[in-house]
């Protein structure tokens, strides 16, 4: 299958997810992830109608959304890969949602370059849902009060939260505890599910789901 036919296959399974799980239609968002692809292989998604995009390194971003955004203006491109805080100057330059937001430091850097560059910037906040050495994230008991953090002392606004659930694990649970994290944080956007899940993260709320490979291909 082509990128195009690929793109509209996930978003006609999102559309029968809404329908299954009784949401309205379009209340779920897709970020087409196209990290490793290049501007060529992006622009069949863009030319389908695809204007949300994600990318997990902001260098690797940097040498190909610049000419492609100026060719469709109303692409929104979203950060979903870690982010390091002297690559925050970068990241909010190019970046319309950064996804990754997970410790004071990152958050403070985050803050001081939107007000710099008078950028608004929606942020995330990443959970580490399943307590993984190795991932990024926020713990899940200490979510409120790094969101509360980050709205009351930093002062930046938090739109969501995301999480990328452990590769061996039944997402399912992880997901759910997205959404109560969320519900206790007074927050409505879940950035959850990807190639493999996001069927499951429909059921659990998801208000938007990253997906690569189901569209782009194997990487
Ligand atoms: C790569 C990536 C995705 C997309 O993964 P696929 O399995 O290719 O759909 C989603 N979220 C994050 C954070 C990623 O790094």
Known sequence: MSVEEQLNDVLSRIRDGETTANRKAGSVSLVAVSKTFD????????D?????FGENRVQEAQGKWPELKAETPAIELHLIGPLQSNKAADAVALFDVIETIDREKIAR????????QGKPVRLY???????EPQKAGIAPDDTV?????CRETIGIPVE??????PADENPGPHFALL????ERCGLKKLSMGMSGDFDVAVQFGATS????SAIFGAR
């Open 209 to 212: 789901v990253r997906v690569g």
């Open 48 to 52: 389908g109608g695809q204007r949300v």
């Open 160 to 165: 969501g939260l995301m999480c990328i659930p």
């Open 179 to 182: 959404a109560r994290l969320a």
């Open 125 to 131: 906040v990443q959970v580490n849902t399943g307590l």
């Open 145 to 149: 009060s790094f969101v509360t953090l």
């Open 109 to 116: 850097a985050v803050a001081a370059e939107i007000a710099r």
């Open 39 to 46: 501007a060529e292989a992006i622009r069949p998604a863009i």
